[in-house]
């Protein structure tokens, strides 16, 4: 399977901590994104990440990527109630004439105030 | 709001009804999707247009149709669906379609229930 697969697949902290989860993946990328859905909604595009780039930060959000392993990381730091929802991990394998964008189960975060 | 819209939200049909899914992107994008999200499954794409044109169709049954009028419009048609298709379908939309390094959005998802 080329999907991403995140770790854990349920994380439950306090509010104030970080949160940090995992994705793996099996095949060369393009690049790896982090998608955030709430419950039954539609998933909202948090962080793209190149294959040449290694760290990515927004706002709260830092992101890692080791090719070499094959992972990634999506850190959420001071984590709030509002950022309840489940993560997904999403690559790219598209290539010539084929597009690929596969993703993961997702990690289920819940932030308890 | 994604800039992404998708009607009907909520959907319930019988194996023998016909129904459509809307998708409407008001991002000028020129490429649009549509996944299916079932309960503890990765989310699944079902088909990619880019510039009006199909290019990538993932082994969905002939039961699901889609349409795609212009770049910002994506229609989805089903008939004689079973129980298992029921879903959350997403729709969303990029820049490009077939270049890389692109982010997609995504619309509020239509949740059908078949009956």
């Known amino acids: 399977s080329q999907q991403g697969e995140e770790d854990p697949q349920a994380l439950s902290i306090q509010e104030g901590e970080n949160a940090t989860m995992n994705c793996s993946y099996k095949?060369?990328?393009?690049?790896l994104q982090w998608y955030r859905q709430n419950s039954g909604r539609g998933l909202v595009h948090l962080i793209l990440?190149?294959?040449?780039?290694r760290e990515k930060h927004s706002g709260r959000l830092r992101v890692t990527l080791d090719t070499s392993k094959k992972s990634s990381s999506l850190l959420i730091t001071a984590s709030r109630a509002a950022d309840t929802a489940s993560y997904f991990c999403?690559?790219?394998?598209?290539?010539?004439?084929?597009?690929?964008?596969?993703f993961g189960k997702g990690t289920k975060l819940s932030v308890i105030p | 709001e994604t800039g992404v819209t998708q009607t009907p939200r909520h959907l319930v049909m019988g194996m023998t009804n016909k129904k459509s899914l809307k998708c409407e992107q008001h991002?000028?994008?020129?490429?649009m999707y549509w996944y299916k999200q079932s309960a503890k499954k990765p989310l699944e794409l079902m088909f990619v247009?880019?510039?009006?044109?199909?290019?990538e169709n993932n082994s969905v049954p002939s039961r699901f149709s889609p349409e795609c009028p212009n770049s910002s419009h994506l229609f989805l048609h089903l008939h004689t669906l079973q129980p298992e298709d029921s879903a959350l379908y997403l729709c969303?939309?990029?820049?490009?379609?077939?270049?890389?390094?692109?982010?997609?959005?995504f619309g509020p998802g239509t949740r059908l229930t078949v009956l």
């Open positions: 990440i190149r294959s040449n780039e």
């Open positions: 999403a690559t790219d394998h598209s290539g010539a004439g084929s597009y690929q964008l596969t």
């Open positions: 247009y880019s510039l009006e044109e199909r290019v």
């Open positions: 095949t060369s990328i393009n690049n």
């Open positions: 991002l000028g994008h020129n490429a």
């Open positions: 969303a939309s990029s820049q490009e379609g077939l270049a890389i390094n692109n982010e997609q959005f």
